[in-house]
Structure formats: C-alpha cells, structure tokens
C-alpha cells in the first residue's frame, strides 16, 4: 500500500507517521484526507485460469468517485469505475503489478504479488493399431491438451511441447510442437515380432509432463510367449519375462515349470496378460521352462524357454592352522576352515596336502562346507601345506599355508656340542652336562614343564658362574640357546 504526495511538506510528516505507526496505514486515520490505493493480493493461481484483481480496499476519505486501473507485465488495463477485474495469465509467472486509483484530482498506487504456476499437459486419446505386420510402418497419433481443459471454456496456454515415443525396441522418435499444437504422430517399424509396450510422453516448456502407454502386438506371434532363451549362473537368480498374445481378457490361468523338484506352479499374470519368471537353480545344467495356460478350465496355450545354467568354482571363506607359529615333530597340525559354492546342490572333494608328502582327501556332501583335518610331522623343515577343493562338475579352488616344524630335541645337541667345546674347568663343565642329562628323555616323553623347569635350573647354573670361571661371552651363548628351546617348547 502507499500514498500520492500532494504537497512536498506533507510527505516529510507522513514519512515520519509511516515509519512510526505502520500498523495504523490501512485504518487511514494517520493519512488524514488522503487518497488510498490498495490492489490486494497476494495473488496465486494456474495459467489459463482466471484471475480476480480486488481493489476494493482503495477508498478517497472525502468519498469522490475513483476510476481504476491496472498495470500488467507493462501494459496499462483500464478498469473504469470498478474495483474488480477479471484477468488470466496464458503461462506461468512470477513478479507484481501495480493498482493506480484516482480521485480526478490526486493518484495513488499499490503493487501485488502475483504467482502463476505451470500446468502439466493431459493426454485425451491415441489412435493407431494395436496388431501390425513385422518390417511394416504403423502410424500412431496422441491428442493433448495444455491449459484450462473444460469444453465449456477451453483455454491453451502458450507452451511449447516435446512428445517422445518410446518404442520399446530400444529406439525412440522424438518430435517437437509449437504452442496450441495439440497433436503428434509418427511411423515405426518393427523387426521383431514380440509385445512392444510403447510409452508416449508430453512434456510442455516448463517441465510439466504427461505419459501414456499403447501396447502393439507385431507380427503372428504364438498365443503363449514364455521369453527368450538364457544363461544364468548356478546360485543367481534367474529373471526372464513373457506374455499372451491376447492383451485384454482377464479369464487366464497360467502355470510354469521350472523343469526342478519343485513341479508345476502357479504364475500370477500381469495386467496385460504379461508375467515374470524367476527362478534360482542349485546346480548347472540345462532347464527348458514350460508355461502352461488355460482359458475358462480350457488349455489356451503353452510355449517353453531354454536356461543354461552355468557351474561356479568354489571359494575359499576362511582357512586356518594351529599352532600358528611352530610346532615340534609328533605334535598334531590342526587345520580348519569353510569354504562357499552358489551351487548348493554340489558335491566336494577336500584334499589337504600336508607337504611332507602325505595328504588326507574326503568327500564333503551336499551343504557341507566345512574343512577340517590334522596332521603330525616326523621331522623339523619349513613345510608348504596345500588344501584343494574341487566340486563335482570339475571347478577347482586351491590355498597354501607355510608349517615350521622345529625340534628341541635338535636344539639341545647344540647346547651339548657348545659346552664340549668350552675351555672350562672339567668340574664345571660335567656340572653342566649333568644338569641337562635327562632333557631329551624329558623331551621324547613331552613332560614340557619339568623340561622347561630343568632348563631354567640350567639358567640359573650359568648365570652363577657368569664372568668367574665361565667366560661372559660363552656364558651368554648358552643361555640364549636354552631359552630357545623353552620357546620351541611353549609354542604347541
Ligand atoms: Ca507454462
Ligand atoms: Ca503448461
Ligand atoms: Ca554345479
Ligand atoms: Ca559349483
């Protein structure tokens, strides 16, 4: 809302009232005699419907009869003596106009806030065939509409348009319309028979869109069409689709066998007379699926569809071996593990070769898929473990493990040939001998702990004599090698 100045003087006090009673603007009572302009609003509505301007809140206090008008994207509307006017925008819009009322003598104006939006286009109909001939042109025709759609006052807005045809053989037409042009067609052609479901979209300047489907049946197809022939991996969903020539009735029964245990079942039909098949098989192999439908208890029809169901290796989840570091000659390897086929049906052979050229090898039955097995080697060596799993249809996965195998017995032949060695005195040096005399009894029986006992007692002999009669160098070398085999030791 504002004010027309009528002397500069006045609009100095009036400022001031604005700025300090803006509440009271609209009661006039501030503004003195003043004319008041007041357009209303905001104003919110659809291209192509109609508008009503309301500027009955412009009143003149000393009661002169007003004449109105209206500035509208740049244009002036003379409206008379009347408050009201009826107006339409053709598209969508966002801005203001402005409301200019007078007294004869004085002008006031006031703008509103104005927001059109856009209006989708509607499809009214399609006309073309719905049978057509292979590699024979077919036209197709849709009719539509953008704007106030009522007969009684149709309005078309000022969009352009794009309609695309979908033909659902890969490729597309795409045409493009001026305003007011409410109609398309073109001509296609099509190289395969089959159902095409054509999809048909309108789409006008500002994004409003509008979408149709027509189905068209091509060439003299068969009154069961179960889909094409495939390949699919064992474990994978097998995922295909098919239909009845006749689109329309509702009166059919269908049932598929998937040519497994499972037998004949029931298969829903789409609208349309469409339906999916889906399928996962536990083995490979070829299955031919047959769809099977009746009409009114009736057979109407069957067709069949080939799927090659290809093998898939198995895998590895998780393997491991304990002790996982060393382990000492007669103490057993455990190995475990699981392993994964999508083909749930297979059979499995697990060989385990334990590197020392013994190997172990069972037969893991259908849903097993566990590995296990446990393994003692005679002697000390860095030994490469191999586990093999091959499934009945001749796919194979492999893994390796390294095995340390360390004697203490070994160990303790060393400690002996160090101390024969050492120019010691003879007292000191049976002393040592004598401590360790029974170790590898102790060993070969595996009393680990008194053995670990013994050898520390060992430790403890050295470590007195360390620096008097037994030199620090040497003294240091045999603990060192005890303590290796207590290591050897614990790690079982
Ligand atoms: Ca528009
Ligand atoms: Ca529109
Ligand atoms: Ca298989
Ligand atoms: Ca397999």
Known sequence: MAFKKKKTSFVIALLF????????????????DQLVADAGGPYLGEECSSMLLNASGSYDPEGDLLTYRWNIDGSWIENGNYPYREWMWYDDFSGTITLEVSDGTDIATDTANVTISNVPPQIFSIEGSTEVDLETEFLLLVNFFDGMPDPRSQVASLDTFTVTFYWDDGSLTELSLGAEEFSASTSHMYL???????????VDGDGGEAVAEWDVVVGEIASVEAGPDGFVNEGSLFLSQGFLADTGSQSYTAFVDYYDDAGSLPLLLNPGNTFDLSHTYGDDGVYTILVTVFNDGMEYGEDTAVVTVLNVPPAFESLTISPTDSVQPGVPVELNGVFSDPGVLDLHTVTIDWGDGSSTSYAAEAGITSISGSHSYENAGDYQLVVSIADDDGDTCQASMPVVVKNPSTSMDAIKEI????KIPKGLKNNLLLILEKVPSMIKHHRIQATIHQLQAFIHYVEAHYGKHLPRDQARELIQAARLVIDTLRTR
């Open 17 to 32: 009232l604005l700025t300090t009673f803006v509440g009271m603007q609209t009661s006039g009572a501030a503004a003195g």
């Open 192 to 202: 395969e028979e089959g159902l095409y479901q054509i999809i048909i979209a309108v």
């Open 419 to 422: 101390i024969a060695s050492l």
